[in-house]
């Protein structure tokens, strides 16, 4: 079974500073992860994907097999970041299923 | 350029009623996926599509059906709505291959179904 946990249902932070969301997964092989962003009314988007191993909008997040993370971080928080961030993973084909964490809604105060 | 468009965008049925969710892929992509995401809650992992057939499974009710026409557009069928059934469902697709962006999930903007 695939599992995943963002145990922050709100995570709220000043502009300019630095922000991490949490992701745990529980997964057997070898999974792929990713965060995805929704803003506002706007529909769900990527972010990252760990075997990309880039940064988008300032975002980077490292896979840490050892303890089953992909945290989220960013150094400097803006307030354009406000929104719900889901972290998923796929296991198994590569054409399999994403399972979603219950997402995390980040507000950057100004 | 095209993104997954989803039809229609609000919905409103009254219990026992039938409802038809349709989702148009991105052009080429082989793959099509429904998520339901209620109220609050993540979104749960429905069923997919690959070539035509089903792919995977996942919490889809036994009233609710689907499929993938040779055009690769997929349509979701619910019927004897249930109040529960309220939510927001996602169409995602993509493309399986082993390129820079294969396999990775673009999202439609969703279908809201209201079911009063």
């Known amino acids: 079974a695939q599992r995943v946990t963002q145990p922050e249902k709100l995570l709220s932070v000043f502009k300019g500073a630095p922000v ?79 399972t979603f964490g219950q997402g995390t809604i980040l507000t950057v105060h100004p | 350029a095209a993104g997954v468009i989803q039809s229609p965008r609000h919905l409103i049925k009254e219990k026992r009623e039938t409802a038809t969710l349709k989702c148009y892929p991105i052009p080429r992509h082989d793959t099509v996926y429904w998520y339901q995401q209620g109220p609050g809650q993540d979104p749960q992992f429905l069923i997919s599509f690959y070539e035509k057939m089903q792919s995977d499974k996942g919490s889809i009710p036994d009233r609710f059906s689907a499929q993938q026409f040779s055009d690769y557009h997929s349509e979701l069928n619910m ?36 079911v009063l």
């Open chain 1, 20 to 98: 991490e969301l949490k992701c745990n997964y529980s997964y057997s092989g070898s999974p792929e992860l990713f965060w995805y962003v929704q803003y506002s009314r706007q529909r769900l988007q990527l972010l990252l994907r760990h075997i990309s191993r880039e940064s988008i909008k300032g975002f980077t997040a490292d896979l840490n097999k050892g303890e089953t993370s992909f945290h989220l971080k960013k150094p400097f928080a803006q307030e354009e970041d406000s929104a719900m961030y889901y972290c998923a993973l796929r296991g198994g084909t590569s054409y399999g299923k994403l």
């Open chain 2, 79 to 114: 019927s004897s709505l249930e109040l529960g059934d309220s939510a927001l469902y996602f169409c995602a697709s993509s493309l399986s291959g082993a390129g820079a962006g294969a396999n990775v999930l673009t999202f439609g903007a969703g279908s809201r179904l209201t």
